[in-house]
């Protein structure tokens, strides 16, 4: 069973695929010493986009984020690393990319705060949810 504190949940989003820089923050996230143990590249349906945000669904940005993270293809991924959500927050950077510090993904990758780039769990239990919404458990390599 997923319940790992070294595991967390990203998603590149819509706008960092369709402007071709999947591969850099994949290389920027392991050479941040993140280790990748499950990825897919996939489309988020209208259901699902709904089912994953749901915990926005009563804030006004809900239907914009439901539209754009169905807009194009993602990249899920579930990485590995010691204290792997607090470490990876500390990698993406703040929402909004004018506010986060130079060299994190968003200040690299992202548009604006809603075309952030990259999403990343918030918390460990959350990772495990996140986690098991993209992959199966026999998807997810744990070693």
Known sequence: ????????????KPDAVKNGYMGNIINDITNAGFTIIALRLTQLTSQDAKKFYSIHKDK?????????????????????KENAVE?????????????AEEGTLRKKYAESMERNAIHGSDSDENA????LFHFAEKEIYLD
Do not use: D, Q, W
């Not at 940005?61 to 991924?77: D, Q, Y």
């Not at 470490?87 to 506010?99: M, S, V, Y």
């Open 60 to 80: 006004p940005f809900f239907k914009n984020l439901v539209e754009f993270m169905t807009s194009g293809p993602i990249v899920a991924a579930v990485l590995k």
């Open 1 to 12: 069973m997923i319940n790992n504190k070294n595991l967390t949940l990203t998603m590149i």
């Open 87 to 99: 470490e990876f927050r500390k990698l993406i950077g703040a929402t909004n990319p004018k506010n």
């Open 128 to 131: 495990r949810i996140e986690s």
